[in-house]
C-alpha cells in the first residue's frame, strides 16, 4: 500500500494531503516533470572569488544544449546538485565541477594555456 509514504514525510507534505497517497504521487509527479521541463539552457556560474584584473571579468556560463549528449544523471546530483553552487578554477584543476570532464582528456581544459576563456565559458 501507498499509504502513509514516505514521499508525504520528505515533501513536508500536509497531514490532508499524506491522506491521500495517490493525489500526493500525482504531484509528485508533476512537480518531477516541471523540474524537467524547466531546464535553463544556460546557467550562470555564481562568481565565489574576487576576479583578479587580468580575469574575464564575466561569470562563467554552462550550456545545457551543449551537453545534450549526457543524460541528467552524468551531472545531477553527483558532479553539480540542483541548485547553483560557485567554484573555483582550483577546484576544477583538482577534477571536480566542470572539472570532472574537462580535463584535457575527456572533453577541453578548463585551465592552463589551452583552455579558451571567452569563447567558452566566460561568454558576457
Ligand atoms: C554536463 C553536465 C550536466 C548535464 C548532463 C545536465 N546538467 Fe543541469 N546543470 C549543470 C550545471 C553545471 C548547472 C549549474 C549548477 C551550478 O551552478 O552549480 C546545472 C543546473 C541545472 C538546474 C538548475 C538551474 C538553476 O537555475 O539554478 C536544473 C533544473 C538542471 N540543471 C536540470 C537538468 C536536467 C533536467 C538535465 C537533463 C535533461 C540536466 N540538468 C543535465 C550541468 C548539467
Ligand atoms: C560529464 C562531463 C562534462 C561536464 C561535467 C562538463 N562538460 Fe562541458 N563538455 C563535455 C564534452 C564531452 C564536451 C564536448 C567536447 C568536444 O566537442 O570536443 C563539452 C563541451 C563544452 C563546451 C564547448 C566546447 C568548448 O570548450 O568550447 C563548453 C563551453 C563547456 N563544455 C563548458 C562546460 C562548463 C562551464 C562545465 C561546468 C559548469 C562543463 N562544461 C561541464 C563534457 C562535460
Redesign the pocket.
Known sequence: MLHDTNLGRMTGAPAWLRRHPFVLACLGIVVASA??W???AQ????IVKDHAKLDPPGAGM?S?WR??Q???V???PT?????????THDDMDEGR??GA?HDGRTAPPASGARANCKTSCHTP
Not at 79 to 87: D, E, L, S, V
Open positions: 523540474s524537467v524547466a531546464v535553463p546557467v550562470r556560474i555564481p554552462f545545457h551537453h545534450e549526457y543524460q541528467c552524468a551531472c545531477h558532479i553539480f546538485p540542483r541548485a547553483r553552487k560557485g567554484f565541477f566542470c570532464c
